[in-house]
C-alpha cells in the first residue's frame, strides 16, 4: 500500500489516478491547490483507492473541475473510492458527484461535497441498470447542494454517521425518486437545515429498510415525507429529533405505504400545521398505509407538538399502537380546527359494498393529549373514528338478507338480516316458510316479533364482538370535544378527561356500537357542557350494545350535565358516580334529571325499557362529590381524589382514583 503525493510523484491528480503504478490500496495525497480534476476525475479503473488532503483539513484541499462540470464522475464496477479530508466541489445542474457504476460504493472521511448551481445536485445516482452501490458519510463530512443526494437509484445502501450532515440549500436534502430503490439508509447524523430545506427526507420511490437514530431532521418544510407511491419496507426511528412542517404538510408526513413502523423517544415539532400526519393528500385518496406502526415513548422532555394538531392518521392501517407519548396541539392566536389525535375517517353513512379501508386496530395506551387552546372553534381533542358503523355494519352484511330466505322454509333459531341496514338482526322464533314477495315491516324494538308467511322472526341486538382495540389509561386536556368516539368495539378503560370549554363534552360517543366505557374520570367545568354524551344521529345509523359502567362524570358549571343520553345505544348504565352541583345529573328523554333517582325512573320508561338490559343506574350511588383534591399545578389538578371520597369504593381497585364503586367484572350481553 502506497501513498502517492500531488504535487511531488505526479503533477496533477487526474494524471495520478491514471497511472499504472497506482494500485488497489495505494493512496493519493493531494496539495491545496493542486485539486483541479480538468474537465472531471473519470473514476473508471477497477482499483479501490484513499484520495485524501495533505493537511487532515477538509477546506484546505478542494478538488474541482474545469467548465462548470461535475467534478467525479464514477464510470466503472467495481470500484470503491474513498474521499478524505477534502472537499469536492462543482457548479452543474446534474451533480458534483455522478454515478454510473453498477457497483461503485463511494465513502467521505472528513470530507464536504458542494454544489454552488441553482438546480444541482451534491451526489447523484442516475444508474439504472443496478448492482451493489454504497454511499457512506462519516467522520464529520457535509454534502451541501440544492438536491444534497439525489435519485439514488438502485442502491445499496446509504449511511450517515453521527457527526455528518446532509442540507440542502433550496429544496431537497435526500430523494429518493419515483421508480428508484435503495436498499438500506441509515443515519444518526443530521440531514436537512432549518430554514431554505423543502425536506429532509423525501421518499416516492422505494427504501427496503430506513433507520434513524439519534440526530435531527430539519425542514421548512415537510422534514420527513413517504409520498404518494413511496414506499418504506421497515423504518425505525428512534431518538430522533424532528422540527419542521408547514400548515398543510405534517413533520412527518406519509401519504405511501410504511410497512413497519417503529417510531420511539422521538421529539416532533410543527410550529405550522400537524407534527405526524399519515392522512388524506391530494387527491383524497391517498393514504398512508402499513401492516404495524408503534409510536412510542414520545415524552418527558421530548413530545410530538403540532400548531395545527399533533398525530392524525387516517386509514390503512392493520394494527396502530400509540402508547407512552406526550402529544398537543399549540397555542395559537386564531382558531384552528387541528386535534391533537386523530384516528381514522369521518367517511359518513356507509352503504352496501363500500369498503372504507379503515385502520384494523388500535391500542392507544398512557398517552397525555393536551389541546393548549383548550377553547370552543379550536378542535376536539381527541378523535376516533372509522366511518358510521363500521363493524356493526360489517357483522350485519355477513348475515344472510331477507331475499335469500323469501319464500324458503327457515328452522327455529336462524339469523338474518332486513334487506336494508336498520342496526339489528332477526332471530326465527317460530319455524316456517317465509312470505315470497312482501318482506315483513321489521320491529326495532328488542324482543317485538313480527310475522313472516307462516313463519315468526324477533328482533334481536347483535351480539357484543370481540373488542377491537383500546383507548386505556390516557390523560386528555382541553378542546372543545375532548374525546369523541365514533369506533366500534373499543374497550375505554381509565382515562382521565378534562377540559373547561362551555357547552361541549368531555366524552362524546358519536353513533358508535359495542364500547366498553369503564373505569374513566371526566371533569368538565364550563358551563351547558356535558361529562359523557350519547347521540346516534352523529353517523346516521343506529348504535347498539355499549356499556357505561363505574366511570366518574364531574361537571361543575352552571345549567351542565354530568350525562346526557339522545340515544338508546346504551345497552349497560350503572355503578357510575355523577357530581353537578350547578346543573343536572343527566338529561334523558329529552328532559332534565336532577338526581340518580330521577334517571332511574327515566330508564324504566318507554322507549328505554326492556327487561334484556341493564340500563337503570340501580347501583349508581346518589350524586355525590368525588373530592379532587390538588396534588398538581394546571389543569391536571382533579387528577387525584381524596382517599375518603365516595368514588373510592372497594378496597382493591384497578385504577386507585378511577370509578364509582370499581367493579371489576364487565356486565355480560
Known amino acids: 500500500m502506497t501513498t502517492w503525493n500531488v504535487p511531488g510523484d505526479f503533477a496533477d491528480l487526474p494524471t495520478a489516478y491514471a497511472s499504472g503504478s497506482v494500485l488497489t490500496g495505494d493512496t493519493i495525497r493531494v496539495a491545496p491547490d493542486y485539486g483541479a480534476c480538468g474537465a472531471y476525475l473519470n473514476v473508471n479503473r477497477a482499483i479501490n483507492i484513499t484520495i485524501e488532503g495533505s493537511t487532515g483539513v477538509a477546506d484546505d484541499v478542494v478538488l474541482t473541475s474545469s467548465g462548470g462540470s461535475y467534478a467525479i464522475l464514477f464510470n466503472a464496477n467495481g470500484v470503491t473510492t474513498t474521499f478524505k479530508d477534502l472537499t469536492i466541489s462543482g457548479s452543474k445542474a446534474e451533480g458534483v458527484i455522478l454515478s454510473y457504476g453498477q457497483t461503485a460504493s463511494l465513502g467521505l472521511d472528513n470530507a464536504k461535497v458542494t454544489n ?39 442502491a445499496t445502501s446509504l449511511s450517515i454517521d453521527a457527526t455528518s450532515i446532509v442540507k440542502s440549500s433550496g429544496n431537497y436534502a435526500i430523494v429518493v425518486a419515483a421508480g428508484q430503490t435503495l436498499g438500506t439508509l441509515t443515519s444518526s447524523g443530521t440531514i436537512g437545515q432549518a430554514t431554505g430545506c423543502t425536506s429532509a427526507l423525501s421518499i416516492a420511490g422505494t427504501i427496503t429498510t430506513l433507520s434513524l437514530t439519534g440526530g435531527s431532521l430539519l425542514a ?42 417503529n417510531l420511539t423517544d422521538c421529539d416532533i415539532n410543527n410550529v405550522l400545521g400537524r407534527a405526524f400526519s399519515a ?10 398505509s402499513g401492516t404495524y406502526w408503534r409510536i412510542a415513548d414520545c415524552t418527558g422532555a421530548k413530545k410530538i407538538s403540532g400548531l395545527g394538531g399533533g398525530i392524525e392518521i387516517e386509514r390503512n392501517i392493520a394494527q396502530l399502537v400509540i402508547e407512552n407519548n406526550s402529544v398537543e396541539k399549540q397555542v395559537r392566536g386564531t382558531a384552528n380546527g387541528g386535534r391533537v389525535l386523530s384516528l381514522g375517517s369521518e367517511v359518513g353513512a356507509l352503504t352496501d359494498g363500500e369498503n372504507p379501508s379503515p385502520i384494523g386496530e388500535i391500542h392507544v395506551r398512557g398517552n397525555t393529549f393536551t389541546n393548549l387552546n383548550n377553547q370552543a372553534s379550536y378542535g376536539h381533542c381527541v378523535l376516533i373514528a372509522l366511518g358510521a358503523g363500521k363493524d356493526s355494519y360489517a357483522r350485519y352484511l355477513s348475515l344472510e338478507a331477507w331475499d335469500d330466505v323469501n319464500g324458503e322454509a327457515v328452522a327455529g333459531g336462524k339469523l338474518i ?135 366518574i362524570f364531574a361537571v361543575t358549571g352552571a345549567g351542565s350535565w354530568a350525562l346526557k343520553s339522545e340515544t338508546t345505544s346504551l345497552d349497560v348504565v350503572d355503578n357510575n358516580l355523577y357530581y353537578a352541583p350547578n346543573g343536572y345529573c343527566g338529561y334523558i328523554q329529552g328532559a332534565n334529571k336532577t338526581t340518580v333517582a330521577d334517571m332511574q325512573a327515566a330508564w324504566a320508561a318507554a322507549p328505554y325499557a326492556d327487561t334484556e338490559l341493564e340500563r337503570n343506574d340501580l347501583n349508581s350511588p346518589t350524586q355525590a362529590d368525588p373530592q379532587f383534591v390538588s396534588v398538581d399545578s394546571g389543569d391536571a389538578d382533579f387528577l387525584s381524589i381524596a382517599l375518603g371520597s365516595p368514588a373510592r369504593g372497594a378496597s382493591s381497585i384497578p385504577y386507585a382514583d378511577l370509578g364509582a364503586g370499581q367493579r371489576r367484572e364487565l356486565h355480560r350481553l
Request: negative net charge; charged residues 10%.
Open 116 to 154: 454552488s448551481h441553482a438546480t444541482g445536485a451534491g451526489i447523484i445516482d442516475r444508474d439504472a441498470r443496478g448492482g451493489n452501490k454504497s454511499i457512506a458519510l462519516t467522520s464529520g463530512s457535509v454534502v451541501t447542494a440544492v438536491y444534497a443526494i439525489y435519485y439514488l437509484d438502485n
Open 220 to 261: 421548512a418544510g415537510g422534514v420527513l415525507r413517504v409520498e404518494n407511491g413511496g414506499v418504506i419496507g421497515e423504518a425505525t426511528i428512534d431518538g430522533v429529533t424532528i422540527t419542521g412542517g408547514t400548515a398543510s404538510v405534517g413533520a412527518v408526513y406519509i401519504v405511501g405505504t410504511v410497512t413497519t413502523l
Open 279 to 288: 392522512s388524506s393528500g391530494s387527491p383524497s385518496y391517498y393514504y398512508g
Open 417 to 551: 338480516r332486513p334487506n336494508a341496514w336498520n342496526g339489528y338482526h332477526y332471530r326465527c322464533s317460530v319455524a316456517g316458510t317465509c312470505d315470497a314477495v312482501t318482506e315483513p315491516v321489521w320491529p326495532t324494538t328488542i324482543g317485538n316479533t313480527v310475522v313472516d308467511g307462516t313463519a315468526t322472526w324477533i328482533c334481536c341486538r347483535p351480539g357484543m364482538p370481540p373488542l377491537a382495540g383500546e383507548f386505556v389509561g390516557n390523560l386528555v386536556i382541553g378542546g372543545d370535544y375532548n374525546l369523541v368516539v365514533k369506533w366500534n368495539s373499543l374497550l375505554i378503560e381509565g382515562n382521565r378527561i378534562y377540559g373547561t370549554t362551555a357547552g361541549y363534552p368531555g366524552f362524546f360517543l358519536a353513533g358508535a356500537s359495542n364500547n366498553v366505557v369503564r373505569y374513566n374520570t371526566i371533569l368538565q367545568t364550563g358551563a351547558a357542557s356535558q361529562g359523557f354524551y350519547d347521540d346516534e344521529s352523529q353517523q346516521g345509523l343506529p348504535a347498539t350494545g355499549n356499556v357505561v359502567t363505574d366511570n
